[in-house]
């Protein structure tokens, strides 16, 4: 099939932040990735509550995709649309140096983070949005220490029944992503306990849950319809499910990430992520079912990813189930399961998305930069590490400004 051109928008609660135009292989879905990020004191370590200078002050490439989050500390990029990880990857690059460069002339660093790591306790001081001070008003003291840092995924996935279909499919991974993408251990001045505290806080919203299983684009405007009813969610832009079909775009959002220490992690995830897209949308098209995962046993495989990590252990959601594919099993129906090394998941994953990462020629960088993260551990791991030096939250400070900084240019 030819190729096909369309204008493609994401959409914040600030307004249009990227038009781009995509040229949409029939082989190859289209990626776009959100990244949030803190703005800090270098002196200190401390959030910085200067988005709108931030903002302001941005010029060259990628300024316009620069938008305001929820805080006034907090700043996100939008990359424009891609299909190649070669070209995804310089448009990370190119955003990350155009929000440091301007960071750097407030005097202040930019820092890719998933928590804030102290001072951060209270009600943040949010952006001057009516819809934050709403939230605020809604849903009280789940608003103290918010200001988390995600990033988000976009696969370009038009039709709607598909997109529900394939995130049934995603649902049994998801653990796998938050664990490979943890880094946030570190909040409030102390280790928490939590290799992504990010997850935890997030997971105080009453609409961020890992997705259900949807029987049809139906049943997924029925649920969306009853949160809105129930008041659970105050708008569509709430609907905080780890999966979820974009509203503003034709895409399916995975939402289940820290924000990466680095570019190339970023573009580790984003290719992981499509990889087990498009598996899991031919196996929508030829009527494969997906595996129908309890949603208890999903969320306490997303805790415990969110507390170890992918350097501890997780629980196994497909045992017995090979590699998941046209399993259609109802897991936790007599399926015996228990906890393994994480590491034993990424490589199942790998395994089931392997066909369509070599196909699309993406596998070996991939695996170049897994090889790397394996040597060097993830963000978790090597914040905890700059922390047991000295006990001071100082050298994680520094050492997240050091890394980020270095990951504006490779």
């Keep these: ?216 684009a139906e049943h997924y405007e029925s649920l969306v319809a009853g949160m809105l009813a129930g008041g659970t969610i105050l708008d569509r832009k709430m609907i905080y499910w780890l999966v979820r079909p974009s509203d503003h775009v034709p895409t399916l959002e995975i939402r289940a990430a820290d924000v990466c220490p680095t570019a190339g992690e970023t573009v580790l995830l984003a290719g992981l992520v499509r990889g087990l897209a498009e598996t899991a949308l031919r196996d929508v098209r030829a009527g494969v079912p997906a595996p129908a995962v309890e949603d208890t046993l999903l969320r306490a495989a997303y805790w415990r990813a969110a507390r170890d990590g992918v350097d501890g252990e997780a629980l196994d959601l497909l045992a017995g189930a090979g590699l998941s594919r046209g399993a259609g099993l109802s897991m936790g129906a007599g399926v015996s399961m228990g906890r393994v090394p994480a590491w034993r998941l990424v490589d199942r994953l790998l395994e089931h998305v392997r066909p369509v990462l070599e196909e699309n020629g993406d596998w070996t960088p991939l695996i170049d930069q897994l090889e790397r993260v394996r040597r060097s551990g993830s963000g978790a791991v090597r914040q905890r590490a700059a922390y047991a030096r000295r006990g001071r939250l100082r050298d994680v400070a520094e050492l997240l400004m050091a890394q980020t900084a270095a990951s504006c240019w490779s």
């Design 1 to 216: 099939m030819p190729d096909v051109t369309r204008e493609v928008q994401f959409d914040t609660v600030q307004g249009p932040s990227l038009v781009a135009q995509a040229t949409v292989s029939s082989a190859t879905l289209t990626l776009g990735v959100e990244e949030e990020f803190l703005l800090v004191d270098p002196r200190t370590g401390r959030v910085a509550p200067a988005a709108r200078e931030i903002r302001e002050r941005a010029a060259g490439p990628g300024a316009d995709r620069l938008v305001f989050e929820l805080t006034q500390f907090q700043l996100e990029s939008n990359t424009a649309v891609h299909t190649s990880l070669r070209d995804l990857h310089g448009d990370l690059l190119e955003m990350r140096r155009t929000a440091a460069r301007a960071a750097a002339g407030a005097g202040l660093a930019l820092v890719a983070c998933g928590t804030a790591l102290d001072g951060n306790g209270g009600v943040p001081p949010l952006s001057s949005c009516p819809r934050y001070q709403a939230m605020l008003r809604e849903f009280g003291a789940i608003m103290d220490g918010q200001g988390v840092c995600g990033c988000h995924i976009h696969v370009g996935i038009a039709d709607r029944e598909e997109a529900v279909r394939v995130s049934n499919h995603l649902r049994p991974w998801l653990p796998v992503l938050q664990a490979l993408t943890a880094n946030s251990p570190i909040a409030d001045g102390r280790d928490t306990g939590y290799a992504s505290w990010r997850a935890l806080m997030m997971g105080r919203w009453p609409s961020a849950d890992p997705p259900p299983f949807f029987r049809s």
